[in-house]
């Protein structure tokens, strides 16, 4: 069974830091391109940020670049997503999401094959 299970949101003010885990089990998670994905009420799922397989290779939404950081660690089954200089605009439920062989840069959410619940972020004003 694939399971991917996101942790560490939270409710933070503007300006705070919050780093989100994503634990896989189930697959090859060194096969896998990781990415990352929010929504928020009332808008469609987006893309935020993704990491190859080796973590050699990250993509970012122009909408967190320079605040947000990937990264993965294989031993772990576990990818990251640092979030710095958190803004209102971030809040969302943010997604981990598998793709297997893909670089983790694709925006489609069709482009996964496999996808966490769910983890909260709320940024304070």
């Known amino acids: 069974q694939v399971q991917l299970v996101e942790s560490g949101g939270g409710l933070v003010q503007a300006g705070g830091s919050l780093r989100l885990s994503c634990a896989a089990s189930g697959i090859t998670f060194s096969n896998y391109g990781m990415g990352w994905f929010r929504q928020a009420p009332g808008k469609e799922r987006e893309f935020v940020a993704g990491?190859?397989?080796?973590?050699?290779?990250?993509s970012y939404a122009d909408s967190v670049k320079g605040r947000f950081s990937i990264s993965r660690d294989n031993a772990k089954n576990t990818v990251y997503l640092q979030m710095n200089s958190l803004k209102p605009e971030d809040t969302a439920v943010y997604y981990c999401a598998a793709d297997l062989y893909g670089s983790g840069s694709k925006r489609q959410n069709s482009a996964y094959d496999h996808w966490g619940q769910g983890t909260q972020v709320t940024v304070s004003s």
């Open positions: 990491i190859s397989p080796k973590g050699g290779i990250t």
